[in-house]
């Protein structure tokens, strides 16, 4: 996938102009905090099973390797076998071994953010293997050649009207506008496609090391014929999945289907643990887990560490206003919203990032929705101290922000500065650029304010001033009395 | 200096924190801000070593420059028992003074000290002082509007502040409190974010504008001057054309200072609000007060008033 990032004011000013987008945008804002608000309204002890779900991550990070080798020997003892990815590179290097090694002309697909990741599509498409996305809203992308605009629900920036289209071209049937239509034809060409993968590639939302299963979570069930049908399932999914056991996993699971999509539990709850045994009905026969790290394992023990946590329920960007007002494809990259502000820096690297980390206005909702507490806002805060200690901050900003530092840090010559411009703004106000005394329409300079809003002016003189004058007369007043 | 029993808890001594926004821009607030604090028996000072809280520093990754400010204001507020201001957003900087320093440093343990002292004017009032001590003065105002509350961002979420100011604004008669949707989403505004972003930023502030109007409220109030300047700059490059349609923004010191003979924020005289129904309810039923007419005619009149008001 393009790293667009660079590009995010011009994609979001796009995205603002984008009608369709901000229709959709605006179902989203509606739909899933509002479920998510109900779903904890009805749990008194949700906040209870955040610290829960914090303390718990916090301590598997703490003991990372302890839970990834278990994880790793029981899947062998299972009968499957754990591959260890570096970069997003070895990961598509191995799963296209895997593929090669038993002829695989398509692979299904169930929902993947770190196949996203590490451009897993692509790669196997470059080397002759076809991948079939499964889930609806994947599916719908891929045969746009689109890339997810949102983790759990992929193509929330489409309308009915893409969708028709999309598949009038490439089901050759009619235009239909009735969803339902629309779905039984997806449906039916999935089913072709599930019945002849050789590979099925699933990501997993966790991975239990006690007994050695991964674990996808879906609502439609496309994960399950993904995994059970082909005759090779491979898991691709990142280190800090693992979880110690299944018990930790159902607490996870509960925090992440109320915070994703306002469900008590979502519908499907599909665990793999290891290839199909003598007397199994179904499952593949072989059984692959590639663990992910590009990038994760530098990030334990340092600054970043507590967004390792994360486990992908959206709830971040579902609450944030800027996510709400410019969409996922405006961040340029796999992860949007303020999760994605705080995961692409690292991926990509923060000149390539900065865009994202600086795109918030700190509002904090994020945190106050994510269900492992991540503090979001302090970790995009690293990463603008991690930009302007590098001497990335665009100069005029670091200029400027350095004329008022050397201001603030004066107190006498603050004043005399601050007298100066509430005089001086006042003035403008009473010229041409106010056309009302109050306010000023247009402010040299400050165009980034003045094209969209006006500006108070100021009353007069500053506080500073006036409470001075107010003493002074206090003190004559008593010297009289 | 007022006189003291000696029985009595000696009135508070306050440091004003004026915030650098409403220094240069709104200096009322500061004055409604001492007016509050002085009625509830606080003696008041403004030290004079106090510019910024540091907040553009910090947010914009100058720790260093944050830290030197931080130094600064530790100092100017050391002799105060309280570092009261009337902004969330730079209170809840205060609260972040300690992180800026090693464990080492001694202003790491005088950050915290003035961290724990530091509060945002309505949660002063309300969860140190106390209702009681206010709510006298309160009482006695009579402000006939209808007002709608955005609840900034860091004093809501950093400070918990919600209940506060609408419970001292409840105080006041004739005075509706009536709430937007989404009256917690961020305006838009974000300190450096608002220039940075300004097209993102006008979309969420135009979104807020729309709420605020929704609500029917003849007034806007905030406890944020920051994200008061930027509501009311939208507000009212929006009803350019039809001043009348205008929601007066305001902060919250001001109604409960009773200091609404100033013009509201970015208007150069003070405003005859629109006729509304509140205001015309509040009127009649003053009236019907003196009068003594039953309950039944004072609805029906009641009905009569907002009928006309539409």
Known sequence: ?481 | MPQQHPSEKPSPNVGLFITCLADMFRPSIGFATVKLLEQTGCRVSVPEQQTCCGQPAYNTGDRRTSAEIARMTIDAFAGYEYLVAPSGSCVGMIKYYPELFDKEDPYQQLAQELADRSYEITSFLFDVIGLEALQQQLQQLSIPRTITYHDSCSGLRQLGIKQQPRELLKQIDGLQIEEMTEAETCCGFGGTFCVKYPEISNRMVSNKSEFINDSGADTLVGGDLGCLLNMAGKLQRQTKDAPGELVEARHVVELLADMLDIPGIGEQEVRQLKDNVSAKNYALASELKSSELTGSELKTSAITAEQEAK
């Not at chain 1, 890339?147 to 071209?169: T, W």
């Not at chain 1, 100069?395 to 603030?408: D, E, M, N, Q, V």
């Open chain 1, 1 to 481: 996938m393009d790293i667009n990032t660079p590009f995010f004011k011009a994609r979001a000013s796009e995205a603002l102009q984008d009608e369709n987008l901000q229709q959709a945008l605006g179902n989203l804002k509606q739909g899933f905090p509002h479920k998510r608000a109900i779903a904890v309204e009805r749990m008194p002890e949700f906040d209870d099973l955040r610290d829960q779900g914090r303390d718990l991550k916090n301590h598997i990070l703490e003991h990372l390797d302890l839970y990834l080798e278990q994880f790793e020997s029981k899947v062998t003892e299972n009968g499957g076998h754990v591959h260890w990815a570096r970069t997003g590179e070895d990961a598509n290097q191995i799963i296209l071994d895997i593929c090669q090694q038993v002829n695989a002309k398509t692979v299904t697909k169930g929902k993947s953010m770190v196949s996203e990741e590490t451009g897993l599509n692509d790669y196997l498409e470059k080397n002759g293997i076809q991948p079939v996305e499964t889930d609806l809203g994947e599916y719908i992308l891929q045969l746009r050649g689109d890339h997810p605009s949102h983790i759990i629900a992929p193509a929330i920036h489409l309308n009915l009207e893409d969708v028709s289209e999309a598949f009038h071209q490439h089901h050759n049937k009619p235009k239909s506008d009735d969803p339902v239509t629309l779905m039984q034809e997806a449906r039916d060409a999935l089913r072709e496609k599930f019945v002849v993968a050789d590979v099925g590639i699933t990501g997993a939302n966790f991975c239990v090391a006690e007994t050695g299963s991964t674990i996808i979570v879906t609502n439609e069930g496309n994960g399950d014929l993904t995994q059970t049908l082909p005759k090779t399932h491979i898991v691709i999914t990142s280190i800090e999945k693992v979880v110690p056991t299944l018990e930790d996993m159902t607490l996870f699971l509960r925090l992440l289907a109320r915070s994703a999509t306002g469900q008590e539990f979502t519908v499907y709850n599909t665990l793999s643990s290891g290839p199909r045994r003598e007397g199994d009905q179904d499952g593949p026969e072989n059984f692959h887990v590639v663990l992910v790290d590009n990038g994760r394992s530098e990030m334990v023990g340092s600054q970043f560490q507590d967004m390792l946590r994360c486990i992908r329920c959206s709830a971040c960007m579902n609450h944030c206003p800027v996510y709400g007002a410019v969409g996922g494809h405006s961040y340029g990259w796999v992860y949007p919203g303020p999760m994605g502000s705080v995961l692409t820096p690292k991926m990509i690297g923060i000149e390539k990032g900065a865009a994202l980390p600086n795109a918030s206005t700190f509002c904090g909702k994020c945190e106050s929705v994510c269900p492992v507490r991540i503090p979001l806002p302090k970790l995009m805060r690293h990463w603008r101290e991690d930009e302007f200690s590098k001497h990335l901050t665009p100069k005029a900003a670091r200029y400027g922000l350095s004329s008022w530092a050397f201001l603030a840090k004066r107190p006498t010559l603050y004043r005399q500065f601050t007298k100066l411009s509430s005089w001086g703004l006042k003035l403008l106000a009473n010229s041409s650029f106010g056309g009302d005394k109050g306010k000023l329409e247009k402010i040299p300079l400050a165009g980034g304010w003045t094209d969209f809003r006006d500006m108070p002016a100021p009353q007069g003189e500053t506080f500073m001033q006036q409470w001075k004058q107010r003493q002074a007369a206090n003190q004559t007043d008593g010297e009289s009395s």
